[in-house]
């Protein structure tokens, strides 16, 4: 299989705007002060809404780009970025990138932990993620040395506090218990649902999903394959990207999973 070149999609799949990078990485502050706004006023349903967005937009799709180095920033800014979004939600983000970028590499080997549920029963894939993220905490400390080591050392640190601080109030407590209920889902919806085991062909480990359902419940995010043949796009492209790949895809043989054109 000799996939499409960027060249020939397009180098403009690479870029973003100024603007649109100023509001993707905004929106993860802004749901996580709109949740203790809402929270402090007893406006719990609205609290709820913005956890769920804030699951959106850090690990699926702002995080996410953080650890591609899609948006292009400056190192450093990319780097603290990744490190403070994704301690809005207690993880860490330099070991979600060591692991995400192993699994990248490996999937689906046996020694890719962040794909490991993909070839679970769902019930199984549900329950690996109750122990998760402290499993892929500990395998990014194992598995990177220096200054890597240390922003995921830090960042663990980090979070405990955070988590401590989050107990001494009942909205905090509740942010920290449905940021975790949150983080629990991510092995079933990134690694089980997307992904096939059983075969090493690039273009049939990671399923093909269509369809305005699909496009609505995952906010134009469930273009995992488009994804693992491309890491370079960021998330804002990735709707063009599957666009622009159709033709390859149908003259593969490849069968999307449509729900409601």
């Known amino acids: 299989m000799k996939k499409p070149t960027l060249d020939s999609l397009g180098l403009d799949l690479l870029q973003t705007t100024v603007g649109e990078r100023i509001r993707c990485l905004a929106l993860p502050f802004a749901t996580c002060a709109g949740f203790f706004l809402a929270g402090s006023r007893g406006w719990w349903p609205a609290g709820l809404a913005c956890a769920v967005l804030q699951s959106y937009f850090t690990y699926a799709s702002v995080s996410h780009d953080l650890v591609h180095r899609t948006l292009r920033l400056p190192?450093?800014?990319n780097e603290a970025l990744?490190?403070?979004i994704e301690l809005l939600?207690?993880?860490s983000g330099h070991a979600f990138r060591a692991t995400h970028l192993h699994h990248h590499q490996r999937f689906p080997h046996n020694d890719d932990l962040e794909g490991a549920a993909a070839g679970m029963s769902w019930p199984a894939a549900l329950l690996d993620g109750l122990t998760?993220?402290?499993r892929l905490w500990l395998w990014a400390?194992?598995?990177?040395?220096?200054?890597?080591?240390?922003?995921?050392?830090?960042?663990?640190?980090?979070i405990v506090i955070l988590a401590g601080g989050c107990l001494l109030s009942p909205v905090g407590t509740a942010y920290l218990l449905i940021m975790l209920a949150g983080s629990w889902i991510y092995p079933f919806m990134t690694s089980f649902l997307p992904h096939q085991t059983g075969t090493d062909d690039p273009l049939r480990q990671t399923r093909l999903f269509r369809g305005r359902v699909v496009a609505l419940l995952s906010w134009e995010h469930l273009y995992h394959l488009e994804h693992h043949l491309y890491p370079q796009v960021p998330h804002q492209r990735w709707p063009q990207l599957a666009r622009r790949l159709d033709p390859f895809f149908a003259e593969q043989g490849l069968k999307p999973i449509i729900l409601w054109r």
């Open 82 to 84: 990744l490190c403070i």
């Open 141 to 158: 400390m194992r598995h990177t040395s220096g200054t890597t080591r240390r922003w995921i050392g830090g960042e663990g640190i980090a």
């Open 75 to 77: 190192v450093w800014l």
């Open 132 to 134: 998760a993220q402290p």
């Open 89 to 91: 939600s207690f993880r």
